[in-house]
């Protein structure tokens, strides 16, 4: 009689991100400073040259912060309860945070047809990315470029990142209009694009 072999599996441990849907109250706010921002973009101020994105249009926010900022202070305190992710962040000295987590900097992209964000990272401990307006869907996007070897990743935002392999890792976020209103939030030194959209002549504001 054979011996049955018990096979065990292993994952190490690795970081995540989080989705969720803004509240109403907080969204409104948002979206009455960038309202006022796209009345007049001449009376906005220019975030570009902080920034890597491939997009004209993109002003820093400050109007929402006390609206937002409990939230994201929120989300990152259960973040990390589940990663214990800032003890990995310098300043944490025997399991105690050396700083305070605040919301620094943060702005609005305005992106048309064609413009994209190419891979890159933030300074600081989080991120996060709001989409208030995705005037697309992706099987509409998806059928621009219907024979693509693998994933059609056209107007996608996409994580990049190193395997346990060592090779490149890629997760992408079909955000189309059904994630409008939604947050994602993930470490800012995870590497992350956002692709091109074809088939709209709105605005992609996030």
């Not at 009345?39 to 937002?68: C, M, Q, W």
């Not at 589940?82 to 944490?92: F, H, I, M, P, Q």
């Not at 189309?176 to 800012?188: A, I, K, N, Q, T």
Request: net charge negative; hydrophobic share 35%; proline share 5%.
């Amino acid at each position: 009689m054979e011996e049955k072999v018990e096979i065990n599996f292993y994952e190490p441990a690795n970081l995540g991100f989080v989705v969720c849907k803004v509240p109403t109250v907080i969204l409104n706010e948002i979206k009455k400073e960038v309202q006022e921002i796209q009345e007049d973009f001449e009376k906005a101020v220019d975030n570009r040259h902080n920034l890597v994105g491939h997009i004209n249009n993109e002003y820093t926010l400050e109007k929402s912060k006390p609206f937002l900022e409990p939230l994201l202070l929120e989300i990152g305190q259960q973040y990390n309860n589940r990663y214990n992710y800032v003890s990995t962040v310098s300043g944490v000295m025997n399991g105690k945070i050396g700083f305070d987590l605040t919301l620094d900097g943060y702005w609005v992209n305005f992106q048309k047809k064609h413009e994209f964000n190419p891979m890159h990272h933030h300074v600081g401990v989080y991120s996060f990315v709001i989409w208030l307006n995705l005037p697309f869907n992706h099987k509409d996007e998806e059928a621009i470029y219907p024979i693509v070897k693998g994933e059609n990743r056209t107007s996608k935002f996409t994580f990049h990142y190193t395997d346990i392999l060592g090779g490149l890792g890629l997760h992408s976020i079909p955000a189309d209009r059904d994630l409008e209103g939604h947050l994602v939030f993930f470490p800012s030194k995870l590497n992350h694009s956002v692709n091109p959209f074809y088939t709209s002549d709105d605005y992609r504001i996030s």
